[in-house]
Structure formats: C-alpha cells, structure tokens
C-alpha cells in the first residue's frame, strides 16, 4: 500500500471518534492524485503455472551467457526467454534450497545452498563434494550466503559460521576471525576489497580495518539480511529499517532509517536509474530516495519481495517469496490493477471525459471512476446479463450511463448511486442538441430528453416501445457524433451508417468494406473518417475513398479494438497483437502515414489492448491485466542486441564439445545444431536468420532453436546465423566451420593420381590407335597379297580336301583288303576241303562278324573304344585260324578307357597288326607272338605293337620287290597328322617304330608306337 495511502487510512480510524472525519478525508482526498495509483511499474508475473518449481524464489542472477538464474526452495532455474530450465540435487546442486548466485573469471556459477556445502556449475555438470576434492575440504554447519570473487581471483564463500578463500591454485583457507560472530554478507567496495558484514560488525579483510557495532548499538544484521555498496556507503536491511555506514569515515555514525512504520521486514536492496535505493520487504517494494531519504512510493504490496535485479537490456526482475517472479521490461509504464488502486485487473473499456474524470469498464458488473482526484469502485447489480460493460458515458448533468448489452445503468456523479433501466442498450449518445440517441436492442432510439428514460425505471416493467423516433432493423453496437462533420455514425457487425432525418445512409455508395464488423469510428479535423474493423484493419475514408492500413501496411494485426486520435492528431490503435500509432499527413492532396508499433517488448503487459484513450501527453490503454499509463517518450527505449548462444552440437545425433571449428567424415555428416537468443522483453519472439556458406548463399528465416542439416555433402562450410529480436535488432553474427572430409577415392591426391593414369592410359591408347593405324594401314596395303594368298589358300585347301578324302577311301580299302577277304575265303575252302566243317563254321561266323562290323563302321568317323577292341580280337582270330596257330597274340587296354567310352578312328589300329603278320610273323619258322596295348596317357590314347618277328631288316630284303608293305603305314600316318592337328602340344614324336634286338644285338621285334589325341578333349 502506498505511504499516503495507509497514512490517510491511519488518519481516519485516529480521528473518527473527533468528528473531523468529512475534513479530513477531504483533505485527505486532495493529497492522492492519479499518479499515485500508478506508481507501479507495469510487469508480467511468471510463477508454477509457467514453469517454476516453486513460487517462492530467494535470488536472481544473470550470467555471462545471458540467462536468468533464479534460487528457489526446490532447486535452482535457468531461465532462456521459453522455458524454465530446473536442476536440483538429483542433478547435482548439494541442496535445493539457494539463498544466492554468483559467476566468477572462469564463467564457473557458484550456489550458496542451505545445508553450506560449495558447489557449482560449469559446462553443463554441477559439482559438489562428492564429484570434487577441492570442495570436499569446505566444511561447514551453517547456511550458504553468499559467493564473492576478488581482484586477485580468490574465491570466498560466506556462511553464517565460517569464511572460505579459495585460492586460483585451489588451496582453501579457512579466514579466522579474532572474536566469534555471525556473518550476513560479504561485498567487494571500489577498490575490489573484500568487505565482510558480521553481528560485530563491518570488516575489511585486505586492510583487516573495519566499525565495530557495539554491543547495545542494535545495528547487528539478520541472518539474510542483503548488503549494498554505493558511493562509499554500506547499506543493509535489518529488519524494518536499512541502516547505512560510510566505509570511507570508520568514525562516520550510523544511520538508520525506517521504511514502514508496520513490522515489514526488509529483505534486499538495489538502485535504479533515478538515484532511488529500491528495497524489498514482506509487503512490497518501497521506493526509497537516497537525496531525500525518504520513501517516495510503495509497489507490490501483497507482495514478499526477495531480491531485485536489473538485467542486460535494463529489464528489472524481481523475485518473491509467495508470487514467483515479475519482469518488468519497462518500469516507466505505470500500471493500475487491483494491487495498485484499480479494484479489478480486466479492462474492457476506458475514456477520458471533459470534466477531467476517467471512467474504466470491467467484466463481472464492475466500473472504476477516477474524479476529483478519487478513485470510486462501483459494482454493479448482478442479475442483468453477463456483466461486461461495453460503454461508459456522460450526459450533460455529469452523470454516468453504462451500457452492458443487456441492461442500462446511470451512476449519480455525486454519490455514485446506481439507477437500473430495463432495456438492453449497447450505446447512449447525448448530443449538444439535448438530443439522446440509443442503441437498444435491433434499433436506435432518439428521444429529447433523459425523462424518456423513465418508463424503464422498474426492471419489472416491459414497454415495446419509447417515445420519440424509433428506427427499426438496425443492430448496432455503437454510436459516434462526428464533431467535425456532425454526422451520427451507427457501427456493429452491419458494418457503419449515418443517420440523419430519421433515416440511415451509406457512408459511401457499394462498398463492401463498410458492411462488415466495424468496431469505433473517428473524425479528425481535416475532414478524415477512420474505422476500425476486426477483418479489414484500419479504414480510412479520404476524398470519397478507402484506404486499408492493415497488416501488410505495417499493422500487427487486422482485427482492431478500438482507436483514437489525440490533440497531436495522431491515432491510436489497439488491437489484439498491442498498440500501434499512425502518424499521417495530407501534402498536395497525398495520404502518407507512419506506423510504430508497441508491444510487451516495449512494457506493455499483454499483448491484446481492448481500448485506449489520451489525457494531455499521457497515453491509458484497457487490458486484460489493468491500466497501463505512459507518455509516447516512455515507450522510446534504448534497444539493446540480443544474446545469441550456441548450446550444443551434435554429428549423427552424438554431441559434440563446443567449439568454433569441427570436422567430420561422410559417414558421420548429420549435423545438428541448437541455440538460443537471449532477449527477454521480446518474449520469445524472436526470428533467426542463418545460412550454410559452402551450401547456400542466400539468408533463411526460422522461428526454432534448433537447426538439422540431415546429409551434409563432403567440403568446407561456414555456418552463420544471428537473432533478430521483437523490434528488429540483430545479434552478432556466430559462425562455426564445417568440414566434412569426403572418401579418400574423393581426394585431391586421389583425383590428381587418378588424372595422371587417366592421362597415361589416354597416352597409352593413343600410341596403340596410332601403331594400330598403321597396321591397319599396312594390311590394307598387304591386302593384294592377302587375296592371293587366300586364292593359293583354297587351293591348298582344296587340294587338302581331296587328300583327306583319297586317304578316307584308302583306309577304306583297307578295311576291305582284297588279299584279305581272298585269303579268308581260302582258308574257309580249305576246311571245308579237309573235313573241319566246325573250323570252317568259327571261321565263318567271325569273318562275317568281321566284315559286318567294318561295313557299320565304314560310315564313322570315330567308334567306341570297346567295338575297336572286338573289331580287333576278330581280326586277330581270324588270322591265327588263317595261319593255322603260327603266332598268339595279348591285347591289353585300360580300363579307364574302356570305362570312359573313349572313341578312335575305325580300324586304326589294324593295318600295324596286318603289317606285324605278314612282314614280322608269317615268315617265322618258330612261334610268333603279338603284344598290342592300348593305354590311357592323356591328353592321347597311347597305341603300342609289338611283335618278337624276323624284324624290319630281315623283312625289307625279303620284300624289297613289292610295295604293299608300305601303304597301310603311309595312310595310316596321314590319318594320325589329320586326328592331332587340333593337339596344342604333341608328343616328341606321335609316330615311331622301333626296332628290337637282343642282348647279342641280334633282331627280335618290331615296335610300333603312335598318339591319337582323345576325342573327348
């Protein structure tokens, strides 16, 4: 409650049994002005319901980084500007209750908790004594109060009990003091000297000087009392009182001075701007002139204020034991709720009136009017409708009508007596002709005089119809006598009209902006009309034309409250995304205007304005949270950049340290970014602008706090982004550089290598193209040759043909020898003469097995090893028969051979068996013998004769005169180089006879060895 306030209530309970109470409260009354209902700064209130743990809250911080720390009794909170951030001992805070916040040189956050024990926070890990021996050694059974950090960067920990230094080099100290006490707080004075305030007093620990309180002094701080160092001076609270000592005069006396005269413990200190000491108590913050040493002012009055900060961007943040915290981005902005003099905090509707008075409209059948420097809350009766008032006005006498939709109401301007009349009205006009225009139900109503008004005093009665002119089909929601033009303008959701003569006119001919959800309307003195509309923004009527000023002229939003134009002729705009002010003018018949708009970054409270009016230089707005009131020079603050932090960095979703530089694979070249931009008057509306260099070039905008780039190709990158706050301030730019190393076939070296082989080969196949052109060149000058070469080809090839068939018909022959057949038939003549029909008969059958067999044959070219071998045995026996016994033959084959089914020419191997008979056996005296192998030496059929005859000599002189012992070798060795022209190696010699001798070297055989190539291979 503010001092005149409670000294005025004082005032009245003291003399009320004297009977000078109407005196006083007269005089009394004259000493409150407006102002002093406004003295507190418009806030927002941030408590459980937003995030905190706790709304009781015992300190605030703002760190290095930016962001608000704030010491509950249920952990410690980090503060962004979106969300309350909580840690508490299962994070690692050692307790969580936190009575202060401190930030040394090494950005590390230190914590003075409840139990004592050191802790702080640094690069997002809390340490205590359980993760740190240094702190381990601090020990301590009282309370943490307060952390401190010197000029020569030793840290101190003040508790009640006991005072730790704590070294750059890390060695704790125990300060000893030479008389036990209690300490309260420590702080650092102009030349960054440790100052100590204790129950015995107040102690230089770099000069060990300092004033001792005596014993009966009762200057001895509480336990958590707050000390404040300035201009030399040591100003501490003590219970109702802050005392003061000058630390520049030890021998200076004390001064104490009483904030309330009520048992308000005063509870911290801080100045602002305007050389005022602000102090903290159970009951409110008092405002406290260091000049005057007095109060000048009293806020927040139910409330328990903790501690008072002023931030970067001169926001003031004060923190309490029962309410949360309050931010207040502009503490010019005075505010009028139901802590500070206004009886309710929604405001649907305020107007300045002639007579000076101001009249604020509610929800709930509640109106507030400030006359005659008196602030009068009325209620309204209840029982009529939803209770919202929607208009306030005046009627000639000074009276006040309100309208409520359902139901009129006058207030009696001298004892603000309310009379009820049943109609449900939603405007009362009175003009300067003592005419009265009103809007009740679907018509208006225009009567004489305020008696017509008085067949509705009975809320019982129900009347259809008033006298005077009654204009029906009209459902409007409110009326406006243009002073200007003299025009009665009707608006509502029908859009405007005006009315004259009793009839109603379009304003301008078929135009459908003006038949719709018109909300105000305004005349300015150069002939303008101004609407206010909730879909089209604002419309203004100029030389018979609309112009829309709407949200892509500048305005924050189309859907508009109310507006109004000030002596300036300025208009003010409320809409629901805050106030605007459009400033225009009319050069050579040219409409120009200049939007500014304001918001809760400029100190409003909420961002919807229901309504506002102007009184001289001061500007009133109807909110939701209460009255806001300020000048235009108010709302024009220094804007300050906002913060930009980089939080994290993650590759692959796996966070990376902080750094200005990474670097990567292409297998890891997910990167995800997360950042913050500190501006809290901006209410977390900010934008942020960003660009991947390397990838993009061109800026893009986003409303997030974090960016994903999913897939970043390999190369170099610079990431650039900056925060753009709610009035448009840029941040510093923060980069970061990328690079993604790309696979080594990717490489400059590798791409250089793989250049020069390419080079090499092109070389390479270029010389081949070039020898082969030439080539190409010679063969085709070879071509003649080659033609004639290929004419004698074919004619050796067909010579070859003929050959290959000669020797086929040859073999053929062979088969069929004449002297063969001749001899045969002989020796079957021959048993059949002697008797042997049984001989003759085994002869017989075996020679036509013979002769059959060779016919089939005659037409392969190959037959199955297994028929030669039979063709074989039946020659052999055949001629033993012939030769009546002379010689005995062994056949021997392999039986991988015969398993395989390999296949050799028809009767290859006969002629060499023939020529063993006849040349080798037949002209023996004694026993021949015939040894023919067949054997599997692959690729090749190895074929072996033998025979133990006269031998190759002996023979060659017994038929020197006859030639048919060559013949069967001659075409049986072309058969044998036809079968193996396709071998790709031939043995050393694929045809040989060898002769035989005995160790004597006497003749004993011919051998005869030749290869045919398998024909499987």
């Given at each position: 409650?503010?001092?005149?306030?409670?000294?005025?209530?004082v005032?009245?309970?003291?003399?009320?049994?004297?009977?000078?109470?109407?005196?006083?409260?007269?005089?009394?009354?004259?000493?409150?002005?407006?102002?002093?209902?406004?003295?507190?700064?418009?806030?927002?209130?941030?408590?459980?319901?937003?995030?905190?743990p706790?709304?009781?809250?015992?300190?605030?911080?703002?760190?290095?980084?930016?962001?608000?720390?704030?010491?509950?009794?249920?952990?410690?909170?980090?503060?962004?500007?979106?969300?309350?951030?909580?840690?508490?001992?299962t994070d690692?805070?050692?307790?969580?209750?936190?009575f202060?916040?401190?930030?040394?040189?090494?950005?590390?956050?230190?914590?003075?908790?409840?139990?004592?024990?050191?802790?702080?926070?640094?690069?997002?890990?809390?340490?205590?004594?359980?993760?740190?021996?240094i702190?381990?050694?601090?020990v301590?059974?009282?309370?943490?109060?307060?952390?401190?950090?010197?000029?020569?960067?030793?840290?101190?920990l003040?508790?009640?009990?006991?005072?730790?230094k704590?070294?750059?080099?890390?060695?704790?100290?125990?300060?000893?003091?030479?008389?036990?006490?209690l300490?309260?707080?420590?702080?650092?004075?102009?030349?960054?000297?440790?100052?100590v305030?204790?129950?015995?007093?107040?102690?230089?620990?770099?000069?060990?000087?300092?004033?001792?309180?005596e014993?009966?002094?009762?200057?001895?701080?509480?336990?958590?009392?707050?000390?404040l160092?300035?201009?030399?001076?040591?100003?501490?609270?003590?219970?109702?009182?802050?005392?003061?000592?000058?630390?520049?005069?030890?021998n200076?006396?004390?001064?104490?001075?009483?904030?309330?005269s009520?048992?308000?413990?005063?509870?911290?200190?801080?100045?602002?701007?305007?050389?005022?000491?602000?102090?903290?108590?159970?009951?409110?913050?008092?405002?406290?002139?260091?000049?005057?040493?007095q109060?000048?002012?009293?806020?927040?009055?139910?409330?328990?204020?903790?501690?008072?900060?002023?931030?970067?961007?001169?926001?003031?943040?004060?923190?309490s034991?029962?309410?949360?915290?309050?931010?207040?981005?502009?503490?010019?902005?005075?505010?009028l709720?139901?802590?500070?003099g206004?009886?309710?905090?929604?405001?649907?509707?305020?107007?300045?009136?002639?007579d000076?008075?101001?009249?604020?409209?509610?929800?709930?059948?509640?109106?507030?009017?400030?006359?005659?420097q008196?602030?009068h809350?009325?209620?309204?009766?209840?029982?009529?409708?939803?209770?919202?008032?929607?208009k306030?006005?005046m009627?000639?006498?000074?009276?006040?009508?309100?309208?409520?939709?359902?139901?009129?109401?006058?207030?009696?301007?001298?004892?603000?007596?309310?009379?009820?009349?049943?109609?449900?009205?939603?405007?009362?006009?009175?003009?300067?002709?003592?005419?009265?225009?009103?809007?009740?139900?679907?018509?208006?109503?225009?009567?004489?005089?305020?008696?017509?008004?008085?067949?509705?005093?009975?809320?019982?009665?129900?009347i259809?119809?008033?006298?005077?002119?009654n204009?029906?089909?009209?459902?409007?929601?409110?009326?406006?006598?243009?002073p200007?033009?003299?025009?009665?303008?009707l608006?509502?959701?029908f859009?405007?009209?005006?009315?004259?003569?009793?009839?109603?006119?379009?304003?301008?001919?078929n135009?459908?902006?003006?038949?719709?959800?018109?909300?105000?309307?305004?005349?300015t003195?150069?002939?303008?009309?101004?609407?206010a509309?909730?879909?089209?923004?604002?419309?203004?009527?100029?030389?018979?034309?609309?112009?829309?000023?709407n949200?892509?002229?500048?305005l924050?939003?189309?859907?508009?409250?109310?507006?109004?134009?000030?002596?300036?002729?300025?208009?003010?705009?409320?809409?629901?995304?805050?106030?605007?002010?459009i400033?225009?003018?009319?050069?050579?018949?040219?409409f120009?205007?200049?939007?500014?708009?304001y918001?809760?970054?400029?100190?409003?409270?909420?961002?919807?304005?229901?309504?506002?009016?102007?009184?001289?230089?001061?500007?009133?707005?109807?909110?939701e949270?209460?009255?806001?009131?300020?000048?235009?020079?108010?709302l024009?603050?220094?804007?300050?950049?906002?913060?930009l932090?980089?939080?994290?960095?993650?590759?692959?979703?796996?966070l990376?340290?902080?750094?200005?530089?990474?670097s990567?694979?292409?297998?890891?070249?997910?990167?995800?970014?997360?950042?913050?931009?500190?501006?809290?008057?901006?209410?977390?509306?900010?934008?942020?602008?960003?660009?991947?260099?390397?990838?993009?070039?061109?800026?893009?905008?986003?409303?997030?706090?974090?960016?994903?780039?999913?897939?970043?190709?390999?190369?170099?990158?610079?990431?650039?982004?900056?925060?753009?706050?709610?009035?448009?301030v840029?941040?510093?730019i923060?980069?970061?550089?990328?690079?993604?190393h790309?696979?080594?076939?990717?490489?400059?070296?590798?791409?250089?290598?793989?250049?020069?082989?390419?080079?090499?080969?092109?070389?390479?196949?270029?010389?081949?193209?070039?020898?082969?052109?030439?080539?190409?060149?010679?063969?085709?000058?070879?071509?003649l040759?080659?033609?004639?070469q290929?004419?004698?080809?074919?004619?050796?090839?067909?010579?070859?043909?003929?050959?290959?068939?000669?020797?086929?018909?040859?073999?053929?022959?062979?088969?069929?020898?004449?002297?063969?057949?001749?001899n045969?038939?002989?020796?079957?003549?021959?048993?059949?003469?002697?008797g042997?029909?049984?001989?003759?008969?085994?002869y017989?059958?075996?020679?036509?097995?013979?002769?059959?067999?060779?016919?089939?044959?005659?037409?392969?070219?190959?037959?199955?090893?297994?028929?030669?071998?039979?063709?074989?045995?039946?020659?052999?026996?055949?001629?033993?028969?012939r030769?009546?016994?002379?010689?005995?033959?062994?056949?021997?084959?392999?039986?991988?051979?015969?398993?395989h089914?390999?296949?050799?020419?028809?009767?290859?191997?006969?002629?060499?068996?023939?020529?063993?008979?006849?040349h080798?056996?037949?002209?023996?005296?004694?026993?021949?013998k015939i040894?023919?192998?067949?054997l599997d030496d692959?690729?090749?059929?190895r074929?072996?004769?033998?025979?133990?005859?006269?031998?190759?000599?002996?023979?060659?002189?017994?038929?020197?005169?006859?030639?048919?012992?060559?013949?069967?070798?001659?075409?049986?060795?072309?058969?044998?180089?036809?079968?193996?022209?396709?071998?790709q190696?031939?043995?050393?010699?694929?045809?040989?006879?060898?002769?035989?001798?005995?160790?004597?070297g006497?003749?004993?055989?011919?051998k005869?060895?030749?290869?045919?190539?398998?024909?499987?291979?």
């Amino acid at each position: 409650m503010d001092p005149a306030i409670y000294f005025f209530y004082v005032l009245k309970s003291l003399l009320m049994k004297k009977k000078f109470i109407k005196l006083l409260l007269f005089i009394a009354c004259l000493c409150i002005c407006f102002n002093v209902y406004a003295q507190q700064p418009a806030y927002l209130n941030y408590s459980v319901k937003d995030g905190l743990p706790s709304n009781t809250v015992y300190c605030s911080f703002q760190d290095s980084k930016g962001y608000i720390w704030l010491g509950t009794d249920r952990g410690v909170v980090r503060y962004d500007g979106y969300q309350f951030t909580v840690y508490t001992t299962t994070d690692g805070l050692a307790d969580n209750m936190v009575f202060d916040i401190y930030e040394d040189s090494k950005n590390r956050i230190w914590f003075a908790c409840n139990n004592g024990n050191a802790c702080y926070y640094y690069n997002h890990i809390f340490y205590n004594k359980k993760n740190n021996a240094i702190l381990a050694q601090i020990v301590t059974n009282g309370p943490g109060l307060k952390t401190l950090e010197d000029k020569d960067h030793n840290i101190f920990l003040l508790t009640h009990f006991k005072i730790y230094k704590l070294s750059p080099q890390n060695v704790v100290t125990e300060i000893e003091q030479n008389q036990t006490m209690l300490y309260s707080s420590i702080n650092l004075n102009e030349k960054n000297e440790v100052v100590v305030l204790s129950t015995k007093g107040i102690y230089n620990l770099n000069t060990k000087e300092g004033i001792k309180f005596e014993n009966k002094s009762g200057n001895a701080p509480q336990l958590h009392s707050k000390a404040l160092l300035y201009q030399g001076k040591l100003y501490y609270t003590q219970t109702t009182e802050i005392v003061c000592n000058d630390l520049n005069n030890v021998n200076s006396q004390t001064q104490r001075f009483s904030i309330t005269s009520q048992p308000y413990l005063t509870q911290c200190l801080q100045t602002d701007q305007q050389q005022q000491l602000l102090v903290g108590t159970q009951h409110g913050l008092y405002y406290w002139d260091i000049a005057k040493k007095q109060v000048v002012s009293h806020a927040f009055e139910t409330t328990s204020i903790s501690s008072i900060l002023k931030d970067k961007e001169n926001n003031l943040w004060i923190t309490s034991l029962n309410n949360g915290i309050y931010l207040s981005v502009n503490p010019s902005i005075r505010l009028l709720n139901n802590t500070s003099g206004l009886p309710f905090n929604y405001c649907s509707f305020i107007d300045h009136f002639n007579d000076g008075s101001f009249a604020v409209g509610s929800n709930q059948f509640q109106v507030a009017i400030y006359r005659n420097q008196q602030m009068h809350h009325i209620k309204l009766p209840e029982q009529f409708g939803e209770g919202k008032v929607e208009k306030i006005r005046m009627d000639e006498k000074g009276d006040y009508y309100i309208t409520l939709g359902s139901v009129l109401m006058r207030v009696n301007k001298n004892n603000f007596s309310v009379k009820v009349f049943n109609i449900a009205a939603r405007d009362i006009l009175f003009d300067q002709k003592k005419k009265i225009y009103l809007v009740a139900g679907n018509s208006l109503r225009e009567v004489e005089s305020t008696d017509a008004l008085k067949q509705y005093n009975s809320v019982q009665d129900s009347i259809d119809r008033m006298s005077g002119v009654n204009v029906t089909h009209i459902k409007a929601s409110g009326l406006y006598k243009g002073p200007y033009s003299n025009n009665l303008y009707l608006y509502g959701l029908f859009g405007v009209k005006t009315y004259a003569n009793q009839h109603l006119h379009d304003v301008l001919d078929n135009d459908e902006t003006l038949t719709k959800n018109i909300y105000r309307v305004q005349e300015t003195p150069d002939g303008l009309l101004w609407l206010a509309s909730n879909i089209y923004g604002v419309l203004v009527i100029y030389n018979h034309k609309i112009i829309a000023i709407n949200n892509t002229k500048g305005l924050p939003s189309n859907f508009i409250n109310a507006i109004h134009a000030d002596k300036q002729q300025h208009i003010w705009v409320a809409s629901v995304a805050g106030l605007s002010k459009i400033s225009y003018s009319l050069l050579d018949n040219k409409f120009d205007y200049r939007i500014e708009n304001y918001s809760q970054s400029d100190g409003l409270i909420t961002k919807n304005v229901n309504d506002v009016t102007t009184s001289g230089d001061d500007i009133y707005i109807a909110t939701e949270e209460g009255v806001c009131i300020f000048s235009e020079k108010d709302l024009k603050m220094s804007v300050n950049k906002p913060i930009l932090n980089i939080e994290s960095f993650y590759f692959n979703d796996q966070l990376a340290p902080l750094s200005t530089n990474y670097s990567s694979n292409y297998k890891t070249n997910s990167v995800k970014i997360k950042f913050v931009g500190l501006s809290f008057r901006s209410f977390g509306k900010i934008r942020y602008r960003y660009r991947m260099k390397g990838l993009e070039d061109t800026w893009s905008v986003t409303n997030n706090t974090m960016l994903e780039y999913p897939a970043l190709p390999p190369g170099k990158y610079e990431f650039e982004l900056m925060a753009v706050n709610a009035k448009g301030v840029q941040s510093a730019i923060k980069s970061i550089s990328i690079q993604i190393h790309p696979p080594f076939w990717r490489t400059t070296w590798f791409v250089v290598l793989a250049c020069l082989l390419t080079v090499l080969l092109l070389y390479y196949f270029l010389q081949k193209r070039i020898a082969s052109m030439q080539k190409q060149h010679a063969i085709t000058e070879q071509l003649l040759n080659l033609e004639n070469q290929q004419l004698e080809a074919q004619k050796k090839q067909i010579v070859y043909e003929k050959e290959l068939l000669d020797i086929k018909h040859q073999a053929l022959r062979l088969h069929m020898n004449p002297h063969f057949i001749f001899n045969a038939i002989n020796a079957i003549q021959g048993f059949y003469a002697s008797g042997e029909i049984e001989k003759a008969k085994t002869y017989i059958g075996k020679f036509s097995g013979l002769l059959r067999m060779i016919l089939d044959q005659s037409s392969k070219e190959f037959i199955d090893l297994n028929e030669e071998v039979k063709t074989i045995t039946y020659y052999l026996d055949l001629n033993t028969l012939r030769f009546e016994n002379k010689f005995s033959y062994n056949l021997m084959v392999d039986e991988s051979l015969l398993l395989h089914h390999e296949e050799i020419p028809p009767m290859l191997i006969q002629p060499f068996i023939e020529n063993a008979i006849i040349h080798a056996i037949a002209p023996m005296k004694s026993m021949g013998k015939i040894t023919i192998r067949i054997l599997d030496d692959a690729p090749y059929i190895r074929c072996e004769i033998e025979d133990n005859g006269v031998g190759r000599a002996f023979s060659y002189h017994l038929n020197k005169d006859r030639k048919y012992n060559s013949t069967g070798i001659h075409v049986t060795q072309k058969r044998l180089d036809l079968l193996n022209a396709n071998a790709q190696k031939l043995p050393i010699e694929q045809f040989k006879i060898i002769d035989l001798y005995d160790d004597d070297g006497a003749p004993m055989g011919t051998k005869v060895v030749f290869y045919v190539l398998k024909n499987s291979i």
